[in-house]
């Protein structure tokens, strides 16, 4: 639905506000009071009107309502004096006075061509955070504004009460015209926070609001303004209101603050949050520039120990990956991962590199499964970490617990640029489960996302060989030659490590098959 008035339009759909051509800039609680006074333009909107529908019937101060109406006057190129469209009816409340015209609009099918089915609510409160908007007119900010989302859902993903959907696919909403529906219906979930940061020199305004998606209400909003170096404060604040707002009793205040832990030093912050930018992008030329400002990080800060981790995890799936030499990456990737571990025992991404350093580097697959199982146990809501422990598992002949947990990896990060190995995972998993045509159907949603993870093409090309699918076993090798030149039987007996001799045995086995020597 559009409104236009004036020579505004106000797109519902969208969540925009546009005077002729160009945006303007609203906050998420001033979006919702225009809508809402637009919709109700012909009665007086009253002041328990606005506080039960804008903020869900929380006691909001006098000022607050003020502030809010005095934005939304601004938006709209409006005054208290003037009041051409938003008129203030003495002792009764507010209208919404302008000639208002509508369009219906339709809801545009999912990138894929289709509507996708809404997924199943999990039975814990489930929540996503949509990437923080960047108000502050300058595009280099952009990961910050990103940093400050990242740092919510990681604090959030630390207690267990709660299911956080993954960095990756939230933020694959970023920048796009989205309704709060759509986004619930294809993550699965209940909650959803949206916000915005302005960083101006050395302050920051930071604006949050929960919405209850199934109910249709606004649970929580609130604006910070704080000086830069108090930022981590900001967002202890926003989390602790978040849990208070959907389960007060779960969590003491001071017990969730005690587990935050900030770095010392902004500067070093600043490049972590530049290197995950980087790093989430999955490629490899990323993955060198964000070791390069990883590495920075730690020369400021030395330790820092989610900068540690994460240089240690992006060596380790390079390796992984075939982008890097192992015995290169190995040696950095283990001594950043003890390194991270030293300087913060509770850091997820230490245990998760140092579970790979030892399962492919080393084949110490006990150690290795109780590094992920630690990891998860710090995060419960790591999908990396979920994905890689089903990977343990598979490896050490526990395959059916390793597509469980590959599916978990699946569940938390739906739309995940790393979903191509989950499902790799996923498929080597029922390949060692003997079900072939599974393993091939997993292997080919794991290419169809992303063509270059050598793991789904292995798997593929191993399975279509034991299927007697001929056809499709001389494609996989070709594709798989040329996503990994240096393949051969003697390489997969000496990289991967398979615990169980008959599981390699039947690996191998299956290769041949395929044709390959």
């Known amino acids: 639905m559009q409104f236009i008035f004036d020579d505004h339009t106000l797109d519902v759909r969208r969540r925009e506000l546009r005077k002729g051509s160009e945006q303007v800039a609203v906050e998420p609680q001033v979006f919702d009071l225009l809508v809402y006074l637009v919709e109700n333009r012909d009665r007086v909107v009253t002041k328990d009107d606005l506080i039960a529908s804008i903020w869900g019937g929380r006691i909001v101060s006098e000022s607050t309502l003020t502030s809010r109406i005095n934005a939304a006057r601004r938006a709209v190129n409006d005054s208290g004096d003037a009041q051409r469209l938003i008129r203030t009816v003495a002792r009764k409340g507010l209208r919404f006075v302008g000639d208002v015209r ?11 061509g289709a509507a996708q089915p ?9 929540i996503a955070v949509l990437p923080f908007t960047n ?10 504004s990103d940093g400050i989302s990242e740092d919510i859902i990681t604090a959030l993903s630390k207690l267990r009460w709660f299911f956080v959907i993954a960095r990756n696919s939230s933020f694959i909403y970023k920048g796009k015209p989205v309704h709060l529906k759509q986004v619930a219906d294809e993550l699965g979930v209940r909650y959803v926070l949206e916000g915005s940061v302005r960083k101006e020199g050395k302050r920051v305004r930071i604006t949050a609001q929960l919405n209850d998606v199934t109910s ?3 649970l929580w909003a609130e604006r910070y303004d704080r000086d830069l170096a108090d930022v981590f ?5 926003i989390t602790e209101a978040i849990v208070a707002a959907i389960e007060p009793q779960l969590y003491a205040a001071e017990e969730f603050r005690a587990r935050r832990k900030a770095p010392d030093n902004l500067d070093a912050w600043d490049l972590v949050m530049r290197a995950l930018s980087h790093y989430w992008r999955v490629t490899r030329a990323d993955n060198v520039v964000a070791q390069a400002l990883l590495e920075k990080a730690i020369s400021i800060d030395p330790n820092y120990g989610q900068a540690l981790g994460v240089l240690a995890t992006s060596y380790v799936f390079c390796a992984h990956m075939g982008w890097i030499d192992a015995d290169t990456a190995v040696p950095i990737a283990e001594k950043a991962a003890r390194a991270a571990i030293h300087a913060d025992r509770d850091d997820a991404w230490a245990h998760h590199a140092l579970g790979g350093v030892l399962l492919f580097a080393k084949r110490h697959h006990d150690d290795g499964l109780a ?6 146990r710090l995060n419960p809501n790591f999908p990396q970490a979920q994905g890689y422990l089903g990977l343990a598992l598979c490896y050490g002949g526990r395959w059916q617990e390793g597509a469980e947990a590959a599916g978990r990896a699946l569940r938390l990060s739906p739309r995940d640029p790393f979903s191509g190995v989950y499902y790799g995972i996923a498929a080597y998993a029922q390949y060692l489960g003997r079900n ?3 393993a091939m159907r997993l292997s080919r949603e794991g290419l169809r996302q992303r063509n270059d993870f050598v793991g789904a093409h292995r798997v593929l090309t191993a399975a279509a060989g034991m299927a ?3 056809e499709t076993a001389g494609v996989a090798l070709a594709e798989l030659r040329r996503a990994q030149p240096n393949i051969s039987l003697a390489w997969i007996a000496e990289h991967m490590p398979i615990l169980l001799d008959d599981d390699l045995t039947h690996y191998l086995e299956g290769f041949r098959r395929a044709g390959l020597s």
């Open 216 to 218: 249709g209400s606004h």
């Open 371 to 376: 590094e992920f199982e630690l990891a998860l």
């Open 468 to 470: 007697g699918d001929t």
């Open 118 to 126: 809404a997924l199943p609510l999990p039975d814990r409160p489930a």
């Open 233 to 237: 404060a900001v967002q202890d604040e």
């Open 436 to 438: 072939y045509n599974e």
């Open 135 to 144: 108000m502050s007119g300058e595009p280099e900010q952009e990961y910050f």
């Open 102 to 112: 509508y369009r219906e609009q339709d809801v545009p099918a999912s990138s894929e």
